[in-house]
């Protein structure tokens, strides 16, 4: 079993749980964030990478960030993350194995249904961190959709 990474969830530097998660207010952005929702191919076409994958790299060169060699555009499926932030600036967890998605920062890009075609709409800036192995109660509690994800 591995030991979980210390992170900072209110000022506190304990492992994070995702029961934490109740306790934390997120962050209030002002001003508000758009809320323009843009087809994957419309950001595929603008910044380049591959459409249908998870996580969407910008190179460099199409980066609008100039503090960055590139920036990596995350896409997770809600249905597969029940934990996830409902709101820009909210708190979540995102439940994944891979590696490409561990202690990284991210342009977190939410899926909505508009006239049955998918939109993405971002949510902001955020940095996964790995947290304390979930409780056998906890997996118990997800949908089989997730466990068995």
């Given at each position: 079993?591995?030991q979980?990474?210390?992170?900072?969830?209110?000022?506190n530097?304990?492992?994070?749980?995702?029961?934490?998660?109740?306790?934390?207010?997120?962050?209030?952005i002002q001003p508000?964030?758009?809320?323009?929702?843009?087809?994957?191919?419309m950001?595929?076409?603008r910044y380049?990478?591959?459409?249908?994958?998870?996580?969407?790299?910008?190179?460099?060169?199409?980066n609008?960030?100039?503090?960055?060699e590139?920036?990596?555009?995350?896409?997770?499926?809600?249905?597969?993350?029940?934990?996830?932030?409902?709101?820009p600036?909210?708190?979540?967890?995102?439940y994944?194995?891979r590696?490409?998605?561990?202690?990284?920062?991210?342009?977190?890009?939410?899926?909505?249904?508009?006239?049955?075609k998918?939109?993405?709409?971002?949510f902001g800036?955020?940095?996964?961190?790995k947290?304390?192995?979930?409780?056998?109660?906890?997996?118990?509690?997800?949908?089989?959709?997730?466990?068995?994800?």
């Amino acid at each position: 079993m591995h030991q979980p990474v210390e992170a900072s969830v209110n000022g506190n530097t304990n492992p994070v749980r995702i029961t934490d998660l109740q306790s934390t207010a997120g962050l209030v952005i002002q001003p508000p964030p758009f809320t323009v929702s843009v087809p994957r191919a419309m950001l595929r076409l603008r910044y380049g990478g591959v459409e249908r994958t998870m996580i969407q790299e910008v190179k460099k060169e199409y980066n609008p960030s100039s503090t960055a060699e590139c920036r990596y555009l995350i896409f997770p499926q809600l249905d597969l993350n029940p934990d996830f932030p409902l709101k820009p600036g909210a708190a979540g967890f995102i439940y994944s194995s891979r590696e490409d998605v561990q202690d990284r920062s991210f342009s977190l890009f939410v899926g909505f249904t508009r006239s049955k075609k998918a939109v993405w709409r971002y949510f902001g800036e955020y940095r996964t961190e790995k947290c304390e192995p979930m409780s056998k109660e906890h997996f118990r509690s997800l949908s089989n959709k997730v466990s068995m994800f």
